[in-house]
């Protein structure tokens, strides 16, 4: 079966440590992303890579970071630094970056710190 | 930059009610989204809307596309307890991104 796994499904860490959030896809997609949700605020743009060994910022990239160093893989690291990592977390890929293709979603991490 | 408004943010009906969410757009879009999530779920693509006043439907929902291609909504008839979720719309920006609606919460009486 074709997907997007992430794993794991709940996380919860102490305030100051660094976590990484994993994100494999087996659908041959060029293009991920990692998107937050926060309630009553829809899904807001992280990060996202168009092509292996390239990756942007998105509206709220600042706190995490990603890598790209294989087609199925997009980890990200939510660090000390985001002042609110406490969220839901959706990673997605679509076959291109083309404007017209949808995006596909993994089930997505929730993760707490305190 | 780009916005997309949608609007109501919560709905609550009686199920065999219809139920419509609207989003709109700061900007002319070359196609718009739409995405279901259940709750405790994922977003899952829906449908989605190219031309200038376009209508589509799937069984119960009708999805349309304005003549400006600035606004969209989705109708749904006769409301099932199967419906509930959020629905999101979704319309592409600069840098192949697609920004999302707050989504509409809604939930179904039975």
């Known amino acids: 079966d074709g997907g997007i796994t992430q794993s794991p499904k709940y996380l919860f860490r102490k305030e100051g440590q660094n976590v990484t959030l994993s994100c494999e896809q087996n659908l041959n997609h060029d293009a991920m992303y990692w998107y937050r949700q926060d309630p009553g605020q829809g899904l807001r743009l992280i990060y996202y890579?168009?092509?292996?060994?390239?990756?942007q910022k998105g509206d709220i990239a600042e706190g995490y970071s990603v890598s790209r160093e294989k087609k199925e893989s997009f980890p990200l690291t939510v660090t000390s630094a985001q002042k609110n990592p406490t969220a839901f977390y959706l990673c997605a890929s679509r076959e291109t970056g083309d404007d017209n293709s949808p995006l596909h979603f993994g089930n997505g991490t929730r993760l707490t710190v305190t | 930059g780009q916005q997309v408004m949608q609007i109501p943010q919560y709905q609550h009906v009686q199920e065999g009610e219809d139920f419509t969410t609207y989003c709109n757009s700061s900007t002319t879009l070359s196609n718009i989204q739409w995405y279901k999530q259940r709750p405790g779920g994922h977003p899952v693509f829906l449908i989605q809307?190219?031309?200038?006043?376009e209508v589509k439907k799937q069984k119960r929902l009708t999805f349309q596309f304005g003549e400006a291609k600035k606004n969209s909504s989705l109708h749904i008839t006769a409301t099932q307890t199967t419906d509930v979720g959020t629905y999101f719309c979704?319309?592409?920006?600069?840098?192949?991104?697609?920004?999302f609606g707050a989504g509409t919460i809604l939930r179904v009486k039975s």
């Open positions: 979704a319309g592409p920006r600069y840098g192949n991104k697609l920004v």
């Open positions: 809307l190219v031309k200038s006043g």
């Open positions: 890579s168009q092509i292996v060994n390239d990756f």
